[in-house]
Nanobody, 121 residues
Framework: QVQLVESGGGLVQAGGSLRLSCVLS????????MGWYRQGPGKQREFVIS???????NYADSVKGRFTISRDNAKNIVWLQMNSLKPEDTGVYYC???????????????WGQGTQVTVSA
């Protein structure tokens, strides 16, 4: 069983900051990318940010310069630091991890249950 648990969402005013956490647990052989997607009201889920654990980070253009991701590879924890938040950042934020459970198997994406972030104007 593989589980991702997010925390840290909430309500914040525009210009404020929030930090989300995501803990990956379970029977895992290796973890590749970890990161975050979000889904705003009436919108499709969209990519936000990810890291491969080796120092490579990918960002959505909309969050560059405002959001950063950090990761503890030993503990399989990833954090999303969100600064200068805007109302359009509002949504449910989902953590994901690209996990290989069997050393000879293929990797599979696992998802957390999501945490709500609301940015008021």
């Amino acid at each position: 069983q593989v589980q991702l648990v997010e925390s840290g969402g909430g309500l914040v005013q525009a210009g404020g900051s929030l930090r989300l956490s995501c803990v990956l647990s379970g029977s895992i052989a290796s973890v590749n990318a970890m990161g975050w997607y979000r889904q705003g009201p009436g919108k499709q889920r969209e990519f936000v940010i990810s890291t491969n654990g080796g120092g490579t980070t990918n960002y959505a253009d909309s969050v560059k310069g405002r959001f950063t991701i950090s990761r503890d590879n030993a503990k399989n924890i990833v954090w999303l630091q969100m600064n200068s938040l805007k109302p359009e950042d509002t949504g449910v934020y989902y953590c994901y991890a690209d996990v290989t459970r069997n050393p000879f198997g293929k990797s599979v994406d696992y998802w957390g249950q999501g945490t709500q972030v609301t940015v008021s104007a």
